[in-house]
């Protein structure tokens, strides 16, 4: 079984319409972390949590929400989606060690028609 | 802001070719990563470089962390049809505002000919 899993896997919308991305994950990572990823550009970073009761923004927060339901749920929600926002979007879980290394989900292809 | 400048972005190559994919920045970083990503799955990591020039093999793979921590390569040996992906680099920085975050490179799309 994926150590952190994402719904949907895929999915095509229209300009206006509000959209969820759901993060899960069996780590037991405290932090968990929303990108998007576009070609030539990386991975970009929209919000981010250290626990349930910490959320930050990250650098391209803007058009985005979130939200830290437990410890191993984050969602990201695109409230009035626009077609600059058809990316991939990853969700990635850490603990706190001097490397921070990320374990990311398989992705969401996000379609804003 | 750190930036880490990843080159190239492009790497199309036969099979049996070496390669060096690069990441350099004029930060300083307390570890870099080295990730690989295939179509349809999210970025795997590959390896963990912490100390100023340090080496490490991972089978054909070299990673190495520049002597002052701001820089680091990745080399590949006979380059195989397996290798193919995307690579990407990332920063990570024990304080200040970049705690708990990394800073990833803009990615290297390797082609393996057979």
């Known amino acids: 079984d994926a150590d952190v899993t994402q719904t949907p896997r895929n999915r095509i919308t229209k300009t206006g319409k509000r959209i969820m991305l759901e993060c ?80 990311f989900g398989p992705g969401t292809r996000l379609t804003v028609l | 802001t750190q930036l880490l400048e990843q ?18 920045s004029s930060s300083v970083f307390s570890s870099l990563q080295w990730y690989r990503q295939e179509p349809g799955e999210g970025p795997v990591l590959l390896v963990t470089v912490v100390t100023g020039g340090e080496v490490k093999k991972l089978k054909r793979l070299t990673f190495q962390f520049g002597d002052a921590r701001k820089d680091s390569s990745l080399h590949i040996t006979a380059a195989q049809p397996g290798d193919t992906g995307l690579y990407l680099c990332a920063g990570a920085n024990a304080g200040g505002t970049s705690y708990g975050k990394l800073t990833f490179g803009q990615g290297t799309i390797l082609t393996v000919h057979p």
């Open chain 1, 24 to 103: 899960s994950q069996t780590k037991g990572h405290d932090r968990m972390y929303w990108y998007r990823q576009d070609p030539g550009l990386g991975l970009r970073l929209i919000y981010y949590s250290f626990d349930v009761k910490d959320i930050n923004k990250g650098e391209i927060s803007d058009g985005y929400s979130v939200s830290r339901q437990a410890q191993a749920k984050f969602s990201l929600s695109l409230e009035s989606a626009i077609p600059n926002q058809t990316a991939l979007y990853f969700c990635a879980t850490s603990v706190a060690t001097r490397t921070d290394t990320q374990y």
């Open chain 2, 7 to 24: 080159s190239p972005q492009f790497l199309s190559i036969q099979e049996g070719e070496n390669l060096t994919v690069y990441c350099n």
